[in-house]
């Protein structure tokens, strides 16, 4: 709900289920922050008054904005938007010089509207609204012959508002804007904390957490993506909050390039935040009539801890960031031929993986890199879009349908955005890439970067892969980006617009994104980026899914997925299944723990499954079997973390809390810790639930050789003989099966049986060595 408030001063109440934000004007014209937080209704003068900025008499050494306003310090005031040279010496929200080269911006206020629908262009992904439900303000602003919009958006049942800005040139000179923001937030106190997530490639998403009385805290990316080394997602909060108390804000920006946020607290103990896209390298040219808008900046809050912040986010991307017709429905369980072959591909040898596949109950076979032009590794051919016909005699029809003639979907690896020397491509139109002609170009992964700013670059994409995608029975397309930026410049623009290159490039690649989404709304896309490295809000505006990291260790991916529910979603999370040892790390870890955490997420599998052995195989069958059961939950329902650290412990709970699904990990062995419990959250307190697990069977390796204390004859560890037992001899696991309420589950929790801690075992002691986990399940009961 937004509410305009009467009196003299112009005063908004944007409202949200649980939340409160309010604005006012200033005398002065300047739209004053006043209030963002817990639900409040301040609509009487008195209560307004209570709320805004008091001052008699000036600060010594600061500036006083006008003469007419005598004790306006924009430096200790609470702002929506803050320009430069009027004495506000913090963050600015917005940059830009003049054609006399002058810098000071003074936006006043104009007046107001609430429109029904987004006015803004559609160069630029944004959040929807399918039921109507949203509730739009736009704040005018003017500076002479320059118009600065603030929008705003209200999601009054996910407790999310959302801004964005719009500069408008209407001056007969150019002007050359240098920053425009996204989202400035002004809180009136210090002493707030910040969490952000870095990392790198195979380490994404890496919680940091920073406590800062004073000064300034960035997170930004200048890789050309929103990148794996600071995800565009943050929290603000106080020091002492947790997962499941404390105040809490939540921040994210619907964009896939440079990203810039900033967390500054100055001299009289106010706490700016502020997000958008980079300033960096950042200069776009404004001609008149020309205008620039930015990004969408994402904005929760929260009572409830980190954990009510995820669930607001989560509940905010599911219904009004994914679209089209994969945006609720549930992923199909696929199998990837990349750590099977990598580029050593053959039409028989993939068919054989995928009736592997088939067999255990895969849905969706992927063929990843290597089926395209002269591609046997990773220095050649990437551009050229021909189907290798040597590797695949029949093509990707021939291919394709013997696929989907098994009862399975097919999809296949693209990586359109990017192009080899060593390329028919690369020969026929170098002036194609980004990089300065004549000097050098420092690659990655023997890769350059196709320029997206030139339309004849985008239109080729469109046109090439439209072919692809429509030379077969394509169902899936994993669409990759494997590098980040360097000499970023454009061939296609002229010197005074290389500032813009790289802002123009991610406007060049929605185009693409959504020109082929429409064309092919049949296709799950996934995006991937060497991993993470482009895992945002704009990307999951086009494809539902991203891949979440190249790294699919089960003890990694643990920590991986860990930081990514934060911000995101479990359906958005591509998660696979991998060969023990690991391709990334060489760490071995229990086949159930691979799909434990996998299954959190969009599951797949990345190994050869022809090469198993048939209980292995079997095993795989029966985790396939269980996570189509309880898919609904693992993907679409309420997530808690309950634990981190040693023990992690994980539960989804479906919306309607009849059901949920639990997880519980354990990193290391501790000796002699026999105990321990699992918490239930989310439950109704009143309902009755089953909570229960599903047996296995125990390898007796595992017990090495203990095996000797209770065998007739001495067996040598690994030998021949314990091979030979183990392939006929299993113990049985422990059951847990219990009917509690759920205020009994999750304020006391479950004992869990007892682990083993070297005294002894049977059938009711739970085997949990390094790395191990298991699965919960609560069902209510009628």
Not at 353 to 376: C, I, P, S, T, Y
Not at 395 to 416: A, H, N, Y
Request: proline share 4%; hydrophobic share 35%; glycine share 8%.
């Amino acid at each position: 709900m937004i509410k305009k408030l009467a009196g003299e001063q112009d005063t908004f109440l944007l409202l949200t289920d649980h939340t409160a934000y309010i604005l006012s004007i200033t005398e002065s014209g300047h739209p004053e922050h006043l209030y963002y937080g817990a639900r409040l209704d301040a609509d009487s003068a008195d209560e307004l008054r209570a709320l805004r900025q008091k001052r008699e008499f000036e600060p010594g050494n600061a500036i006083v904005y006008a003469p007419e306003h005598p004790t306006l310090v924009l430096e200790d005031i609470c702002l929506e938007y803050s320009g430069f040279g009027h004495g506000d010496i913090r963050e600015p929200f917005i940059e830009l010089v003049r054609a006399d080269g002058s810098r000071t911006t003074d936006f006043i206020y104009q007046g107001y509207r609430l429109p029904e629908n987004d006015t803004l262009s559609d160069s630029l992904p944004s959040s929807y609204s399918a039921d109507g439900q949203a509730e739009r303000l736009c704040l005018t602003l003017a500076d002479g012959a320059l118009t600065l919009e603030l929008h705003y958006c209200v999601y009054p049942a996910c407790d999310v508002i959302t801004r964005r800005a719009r500069l408008i040139n209407n001056d007969r000179e150019p002007v050359e804007l240098e920053r425009l923001l996204s989202v400035q937030l002004d809180l009136p106190d210090d002493g707030w904390a910040v969490t952000s997530f870095h990392g790198a490639w195979a380490r994404e998403m890496e919680k940091n957490t920073a406590l800062f009385p004073h000064g300034k805290f960035v997170i930004e990316s200048r890789t050309g993506s929103s990148s794996n080394r600071a995800n565009p997602f943050f929290m603000l909060h106080r020091s002492d909050a947790g997962e499941d108390f404390g105040e809490v804000y939540g921040f994210n920006l619907i964009y896939s390039g440079n990203h810039y946020a900033a967390i500054e607290t100055n001299a009289y103990h106010k706490t700016r935040v502020v997000q958008g896209v980079n300033p960096s390298g950042f200069r776009f040219l404004l001609e008149q009539g020309e205008s620039f808008e930015t990004p969408e900046a994402v904005m929760t809050f929260s009572a409830e801890g980190f954990g009510g912040q995820s669930r607001q986010m989560h509940r905010f991307i599911r219904e009004h960031i994914l679209r089209g017709e994969w945006a609720d429905r549930e992923r199909p369980v696929l199998l990837n031929s990349w750590e099977t072959s990598y580029f050593k591909i053959t039409e028989s040898n993939l068919v054989a993986l995928a009736k592997a596949g088939r067999d255990v109950g895969v849905e969706l076979f992927v063929m990843d890199d290597g089926w395209f032009g002269d591609r046997d590794d990773d220095t050649r051919a990437l551009g050229d879009w021909q189907v290798n016909r040597k590797k695949l005699p029949g093509g990707m029809e021939r291919l394709s349908k013997k696929i989907t003639d098994m009862g399975m979907q097919f999809g296949i690896w693209v990586e359109p955005e990017m192009v080899n020397v060593n390329s028919r491509l690369y020969e026929e139109h170098p002036d194609w890439v980004m990089e300065r002609n004549g000097h050098l170009h420092s690659e990655g992964r023997h890769q350059r970067v196709l320029d997206l700013c030139n339309p004849a670059v985008t239109d080729w994409m469109i046109e090439t892969m439209s072919a692809v995608f429509s030379s077969g029975k394509i169902s899936y397309v994993k669409w990759d980006m494997n590098r980040i930026f360097s000499d970023v410049y454009s061939p296609y623009l002229t010197a005074k617009r290389q500032g813009e290159v790289a802002h123009r490039y991610i406007l060049g690649l929605y185009h693409v994104m959504r020109t082929l989404t429409s064309r092919f709304p049949h296709i799950l896309f996934e995006g991937c980026a060497s991993g993470g490295n482009r895992f945002d809000l704009g990307i999951l505006s086009f494809f539902p899914q991203i891949w979440a990291s190249d790294n699919t260790d089960g003890l990694c991916r643990t920590h991986i997925q860990e930081g990514y529910s934060y911000g995101y979603p479990q359906c958005c999370i591509g998660a696979h299944v991998s060969a023990s040892p690991n391709h990334q790390t060489l760490r071995s870890a229990p086949a159930e723990t691979r799909f434990n955490v996998a299954a959190f997420g969009a599951l797949g599998y990345e190994l050869n499954i022809g090469d198993l052995l048939p209980k292995e195989k079997e095993k795989i069958r029966l985790q396939i079997t269980l996570f189509k059961v309880w898919r609904d939950v693992l993907q679409f329902g309420q997530l808690y973390r309950v634990r981190t650290g040693n023990i992690h412990e994980w539960i989804c709970v479906s919306e309607d809390k009849t059901r949920a699904v639990g997880m519980f990990m354990q990193e290391l062995v501790q000796p002699n810790e026999q105990a321990h419990r699992f918490y239930c959250k989310g439950l109704e307190p009143d309902r009755t639930y089953r909570f229960h697990s599903i047996p296995d069977k125990i390898n007796i390796k595992l017990f090495g050789s203990l095996i000797n204390t209770m065998a007739p004859i001495h067996i040598r560890q690994n030998g021949v003989l314990h091979h030979l037992i183990a392939r006929f001899v299993t113990m049985g696991g422990e059951t847990e099966d219990y009917t509690a309420k759920g205020l009994v589950l999750m304020n006391a929790g479950v004992a869990l049986r007892q682990q083993f801690s070297g005294t002894g075992y049977n059938e009711n002691v739970r085997i949990f060595p390094d790395f191990a986990s298991r699965m919960y399940f609560v069902e209510a009961i009628d």
